[in-house]
Structure formats: structure tokens, C-alpha cells
């Protein structure tokens, strides 16, 4: 078993460390992490598409368990082994499977909608504070050209070039 250990050149990073993580505030926190997310193509729109996904996810396991306990707890009243007090609440704890399906139909309204207006946000603002070529603000424009805002000229390089030539013939 041997010992890993860095060469002489490399130098320890202080700012790599689990204690530097700790000191910094909650804007540089939350920074790091989003360059993090970056580096890792974690974009808007894919964390967008993922509470999309669990909010589906969600809803689908509402009703499910909506559906196991109507038939499970009609099963434990059919068998008639309860008093009939008891039957009437065991006959509606399927009810408790709408919390899942709900919190999921949220998920899935808020990706659709809500996030997708956050997405828009910080995109703008990304391509903002980068200076982007892509975001529409800050894209530099020039002009189109238009050849008609010249001032025409009088002279050219090759014009009356010849008539100095001539009179130097006159003078010979």
C-alpha cells in the first residue's frame, strides 16, 4: 500500500475546502452553487423539466394509493369484522391519497407555469450580467448601410491626373 502524495509544485487550496464552504455568506453560497449547477448543465429550463417530472410522478402515486385504500379498507368493512361505527371512517381513508396527488398537480402547474417565467428571468439577467451576444438587450447594433448618405465628391484619384502631364508637354 503506498501513499499518494502531490508534487512540490502543487500548492494546497485553501478555497477548496470544506471549512471555506462553511465561511462564506449565503449570496456566495448560493453563487457556488449555481456555477456548480452550471458546469454540470443543470440550466433552468432542465430543473424546469424535472419538477415537471416529479410533480407527475407525485400525482401518479397519489392515485395509486387513493385506489389501494378504497380497496383495501372496502375489503376490511366487507368482512364485517368492525363495528359499525368504525365502518364509516375506514370507508373514507382513501381520501388521505388526494394530499399526494395534489402536492404532485402543484409540481406539475408550477413547472409548467411559474418556473418557466423564473427561467425566462434569470436567463435575461445571466445574459445581463455576461454581456452575452444572445439576449436581446444587450446585443450591439450598428446601423444597416446605406449607401445614399455619402456626400458625393468632385474628384477622383484618377481624375485630371493627365492634364498635369499635358501641361508639362507645353512647357518643353
Same mark, same amino acid.
Given at each position: 500500500?503506498?501513499?499518494?502524495?502531490? =508534487?512540490?509544485?502543487?500548492?494546497?487550496?485553501?478555497?477548496?475546502?470544506?471549512?471555506?464552504?462553511?465561511?462564506?455568506?449565503?449570496?456566495?453560497?448560493?453563487?457556488?452553487?449555481?456555477?456548480?449547477?452550471?458546469?454540470? =448543465?443543470?440550466?433552468?429550463?432542465?430543473?424546469?423539466?424535472?419538477?415537471?417530472?416529479?410533480?407527475?410522478?407525485?400525482?401518479?402515486? =397519489?392515485?395509486?394509493?387513493?385506489?389501494?385504500?378504497?380497496?383495501?379498507?372496502?375489503?376490511?368493512?366487507?368482512?364485517?369484522?368492525?363495528?359499525?361505527?368504525?365502518?364509516?371512517?375506514?370507508?373514507?381513508?382513501?381520501?388521505?391519497?388526494?394530499?399526494?396527488?395534489?402536492?404532485?398537480?402543484?409540481?406539475?402547474?408550477?413547472?409548467?407555469?411559474?418556473?418557466?417565467?423564473?427561467?425566462?428571468?434569470?436567463?435575461?439577467?445571466?445574459?445581463?450580467?455576461? =454581456?452575452?451576444?444572445?439576449?436581446?438587450?444587450?446585443?450591439?447594433?450598428?446601423?444597416?448601410?446605406?449607401?445614399?448618405?455619402?456626400?458625393?465628391?468632385?474628384?477622383?484619384?484618377?481624375?485630371?491626373?493627365?492634364?498635369?502631364?499635358?501641361?508639362?508637354?507645353?512647357?518643353?
Amino acid at each position: 500500500m503506498f501513499v499518494q502524495t502531490r =508534487g512540490s509544485d502543487e500548492q494546497f487550496d485553501w478555497g477548496k475546502t470544506w471549512v471555506a464552504e462553511m465561511m462564506l455568506s449565503e449570496t456566495e453560497r448560493k453563487k457556488r452553487l449555481a456555477e456548480i449547477e452550471r458546469e454540470r =448543465g443543470i440550466t433552468p429550463e432542465v430543473k424546469r423539466y424535472n419538477e415537471i417530472k416529479a410533480g407527475v410522478i407525485t400525482s401518479c402515486v =397519489g392515485i395509486s394509493l387513493m385506489i389501494f385504500l378504497n380497496v383495501l379498507m372496502a375489503g376490511i368493512v366487507a368482512s364485517g369484522q368492525n363495528p359499525p361505527g368504525d365502518n364509516e371512517i375506514l370507508i373514507r381513508v382513501w381520501i388521505v391519497g388526494v394530499i399526494p396527488f395534489f402536492v404532485g398537480l402543484a409540481l406539475i402547474i408550477n413547472g409548467l407555469f411559474v418556473s418557466k417565467r423564473l427561467a425566462k428571468v434569470l436567463r435575461d439577467a445571466e445574459a445581463k450580467e455576461t =454581456g452575452s451576444l444572445d439576449a436581446p438587450a444587450a446585443r450591439p447594433a450598428l446601423r444597416p448601410a446605406d449607401m445614399t448618405e455619402f456626400i458625393p465628391t468632385n474628384f477622383s484619384v484618377t481624375e485630371e491626373t493627365t492634364k498635369h502631364l499635358s501641361d508639362s508637354r507645353r512647357n518643353s
